[in-house]
């Protein structure tokens, strides 16, 4: 039962700088982590980065040392500080989580995926 809303978004030019933010809320029994993932038309959803519960993280490759992801637990915020972008960093951008809960109706708990509606990044001159 997770709500996750992403924003940030923007139209920037190559070099520049954005920093996305999602806000999570809602009931859970656990958070393992929550992460960004892309999509670019035509193309399918990728992970960019993933922060864990317990502080761990990883990033694509593309976007290491560029990127930064990170996660304040006060107020249930995480980030996405992307520093000099490229055109191939456009898409939209999707806030993850990956939690244990219940889900509608249902009287057992999962393990499962929840997603933001999205927020486009645009990279160009």
């Known amino acids: 039962q997770v709500q996750l809303v992403e924003s940030g978004g923007a139209l920037v030019q190559p070099g520049g700088s954005l920093r996305l933010s999602c806000i999570y809320s809602?009931?859970?029994?656990?958070?393992?982590?929550t992460a960004w993932y892309r999509q670019a038309p035509g193309k399918e959803r990728k992970l960019v980065a993933r922060?864990?519960?317990?502080?761990?993280?990883n990033y694509e490759d593309s976007v290491k040392g560029r990127f930064t992801i990170s996660r304040d637990s006060t107020t249930n915020r995480v980030y996405l500080q992307m520093n000099d972008l490229r055109p191939e960093d456009t898409a939209v951008y999707y806030c993850?989580?990956?939690?244990?809960?219940?889900?509608?109706?249902?009287?057992?708990?999962?393990?499962?995926?929840?997603w933001g509606q999205g927020t486009q990044v645009t990279v160009s001159s």
């Open positions: 809602g009931a859970f029994l656990r958070l393992h982590s």
């Open positions: 922060i864990s519960t317990g502080g761990d993280i």
């Open positions: 993850n989580a990956d939690i244990t809960g219940y889900r509608g109706t249902y009287h057992y708990p999962a393990r499962y995926d929840s």
